[in-house]
Structure formats: structure tokens, C-alpha cells
């Protein structure tokens, strides 16, 4: 089996097992449940001892839900990618065991324009990886489509989702919001990227809005179309949680339902 194995274990999070469980665990802690499965959640990607707890409240959410696919979906930090790129391998790795590939799902979209293969976009993206933890935590028996997004429109993005999703499939958007200002500037820009994605509003959302705005407008446009909506869990920034306060990285928590669901239990 081809296997992907992790690139920022030990930096980003524990490398050891039981403290990443230990960790994860922590993150999740007291956190509320979805009264029903959510559609789609939306986390940070930084280091857990910045951004986990905020993650927390999105992993929390899904519950006792269960899931047979998970479309990840996460920006490209180190390799230029026209689109959307799926891996060539048939599992990820991380101290806590091997997440088994779609590859059925995979080879579905593999003659999408907008889909390539590209296993140096995921050999040290760490966009993705930081969100398999927690999906072994809280979730059992699920298949994962991992997609590193490059460039990409909302409607580039929106298509792969429709050829994916189905009842039993959770997306999982990676990003981060504003990145490098000042504690309060940052509070402010951030608030109003909430209020964006709370309202589906694609085109206010930017580079300087989210590092992962591509991912994320493909997703707010897809819950458009679908009728879902957007609730805001939590948002903090590095300045909350263990950096300096003159240059923080923004990030948020968010879930997304269709009409008919309560956001929490």
C-alpha cells in the first residue's frame, strides 16, 4: 500500500500517540454536539497549541454522527496547483494509524478539468494533516478525499464537491483567517469574515480574509446552492491563545446545516 506519511508531527502536534489522543482529547473537552450531523465544518489549521481548542468546537460538533467519506479540503502552503489536487497514494498516516483513501471516490473525479494528481502538493502540505487527528478521534470507519486547492474558483470547487457528496459525506474546509496584524485589527477583520461566511458572501471573502478563501468560497457556494446554513462556533486568534499580540493569525470554527437542523444541541 502507498502510504503518505506525516510531514509536521512533532511541530504542529504531538508524535507520540498517546499524547496526540491526550491532546485531541483536550481540545474536545466539554465542547457541544450538533443536535443533528452537520453538512460541513470549517477549522483552523495551525498548531494545536494555537489554534486546537478553536478546531475543538468544530470536531465537537460532529458528535456521535457518522460519516462513510470525508471530502478535506485545504490550501496549498508550498506547491503551486492549477485547481484541485488529489494524492496518488492509498492512505494517510499519523501517529495515531493509517486513514484509508477513497479511491473510488477519487477515480470518479479524475476526469474533472479542474482535478490533477500531485503528491508533491501533499508531501508537505500541512493544511490537511493537521485535520486527521481529530477526524480519528471522533469519527469511525470513514473513507477520506483529501484535496490541496490552488488555484481554483468557487464554481471550480463547487463542481468537484457535487460529484462527491452524497448524504453520508461530511466536507471539511482548512483555513485560517487574517494573518500578521494587530491584536485589535485583527478582531475587527475577522469578525467581518464572519459575517461573510455566515451570509454565503463569496466575493468578500479574499487572500487577506483566509488563506484558505479558495476551498472556503467553494464550499460557501456550494451550501448556497444546497440552502445549508452557516453558524459560527468560535473565533480567537494566536493573541488569545499562545503568541504576542502585535502580529496574530485569526482563526474560526464553523458549521454548516441544511435549513431544518439546530446548530447545537
Known amino acids: 500500500m502507498r502510504v503518505r506519511e506525516p510531514a509536521v508531527a512533532g511541530y504542529f ?12 482529547q483536550t481540545c474536545l473537552c466539554g465542547l457541544s454536539q450538533a443536535a443533528t450531523a452537520p453538512k460541513a465544518i470549517v477549522a483552523p489549521h495551525a498548531g ?21 467519506r470525508v471530502v478535506l479540503l485545504g490550501p496549498c502552503h ?3 496547483v492549477d485547481g484541485l489536487a488529489l494524492p496518488t497514494v492509498e492512505a494517510f498516516r499519523t501517529p495515531l494509524g493509517l486513514v484509508p483513501l477513497d479511491t473510488a471516490a477519487m477515480a470518479r473525479i479524475d476526469g474533472l478539468a479542474q482535478v490533477c494528481r500531485n ?15 481529530f477526524l480519528q ?3 469511525e470507519g470513514f473513507l477520506l478525499v483529501p484535496l490541496a486547492v490552488g488555484s481554483a ?6 463542481g468537484v464537491l457535487a460529484a462527491l457528496v452524497d448524504d453520508g459525506t461530511l466536507i471539511v474546509v482548512s483555513t485560517d483567517l487574517s494573518h500578521y496584524h494587530g491584536y485589535a485589527e485583527a478582531r475587527r477583520l ?4 464572519t459575517t461573510a461566511i455566515e451570509q454565503l458572501r463569496t466575493a468578500a471573502i479574499g487572500p487577506e480574509q483566509a488563506c484558505g478563501y479558495a476551498p472556503l468560497n467553494g464550499t460557501l457556494e456550494f451550501a448556497r446552492a444546497h440552502d445549508w446554513q452557516v453558524t459560527a462556533l468560535m473565533t480567537a486568534n494566536s493573541g488569545d491563545t499562545a ?3 502585535d502580529r496574530v493569525v485569526g482563526y474560526g470554527a464553523y458549521l454548516m446545516a441544511a435549513p431544518a437542523t439546530s446548530a447545537r444541541s
Do not use: I, K, M, N
Open 153 to 158: 474558483s468557487p464554481a471550480a470547487v463547487a
Open 13 to 24: 502536534y504531538p508524535a507520540q500517540a498517546e499524547r496526540l489522543r491526550a491532546e485531541v
Open 48 to 68: 494545536y497549541v494555537y489554534s486546537g481548542r478553536v478546531a475543538g468546537h468544530a470536531y465537537a460538533a460532529l458528535g456521535h454522527h457518522c460519516y462513510a
Open 190 to 193: 475577522d469578525a467581518y469574515t
Open 137 to 139: 478521534q471522533v469519527l
Open 78 to 80: 508550498r506547491v503551486y
Open 119 to 133: 503528491d508533491d502538493a501533499h508531501a508537505l502540505e500541512h493544511s490537511l494533516e493537521v485535520q486527521l487527528p
Open 243 to 245: 503568541g504576542p499580540r
